[in-house]
T-cell receptor
């Protein structure tokens, strides 16, 4: 079945460091790919998405490119801030007809130190 | 535009009891999905409702059931609660198109003792 695998955390960086969180997926067809962020005590917020191969999603300085050849959707940011500390989830939405369910990775906890 | 809201925010129940969680979808959204997020894990899809009918279900037993109302709001009901049902329950709303984004509420944290 469909699945998402994220790099294990926690990840701890200093402010202004470069961030990469790896995400790979297994799915049939052409799923849509998402990154969601969860701040402490809150629900999930959509960070960015890409719906077809080679698309780049971007928001708030974060970017991720849909790579079908490597089945990956790695999250990057050039200079992180303390306020980026949160749990990040990679997810896919299968391309087949039916319920628009999201399949999530296990999450990566990111801590940014000043 | 009103976002997704859920109630209650927190709930404590004992094993064997029944619980009802509520969700109001974002304005204009006609599809509601429910997810269970255990501590330290990613959310797991429970089921989705569209036009007041269940429209897909994840790997959850029948004691997890739901409703969707004409105004698109929704309920999640869990019968015969078990300790492992302790989790954050998230509701997400969207439009009924293949690639539409789901928008999440803040969740209801359920503790089963």
């Amino acid at each position: 079945g469909d699945s998402v695998t994220q790099m294990e955390g926690p990840v701890t960086l200093s402010e202004e460091a470069f961030l990469t969180i790896n995400c790979t997926y297994t799915a049939t067809g052409y799923p849509s790919l998402f990154w969601y962020v969860q701040y402490p005590g809150e629900g999930l917020q959509l960070l960015l998405k890409a719906t077809k191969a080679d698309d780049k999603g971007s928001n708030k300085g974060f970017e991720a490119t849909y790579r079908k050849e490597t089945t990956s959707f790695h999250l990057e940011k050039g200079s992180v801030q303390v306020s980026d500390s949160a749990v990040y989830f990679c997810a896919l939405s299968p391309s087949i007809q039916g319920a628009q369910k999201l399949v999530f990775g296990q999450g990566t906890r990111l801590t940014i130190n000043p | 535009e009103t976002g997704v809201t859920q109630s209650p925010t927190h709930l404590i129940k004992t094993r064997g009891q029944q619980v009802t969680l509520r969700c109001s979808s974002q304005s204009g959204h006609n599809t509601v999905s429910w997810y269970q997020q255990a501590l330290g894990q990613g959310p797991q899809f429970i089921f989705q409702y569209y036009r007041e009918e269940e429209n897909g279900r994840g790997n959850f037993p029948p004691r997890f059931s739901g409703l969707q109302f004409p105004n698109y709001s929704s309920e999640l009901n869990v019968n015969a609660l078990e300790l492992d049902d302790s989790a954050l329950y998230l509701c997400a709303s969207s439009l009924r198109t293949k690639q539409e984004t789901q928008y999440f509420g803040p969740g209801t944290r359920l503790l089963v003792l």
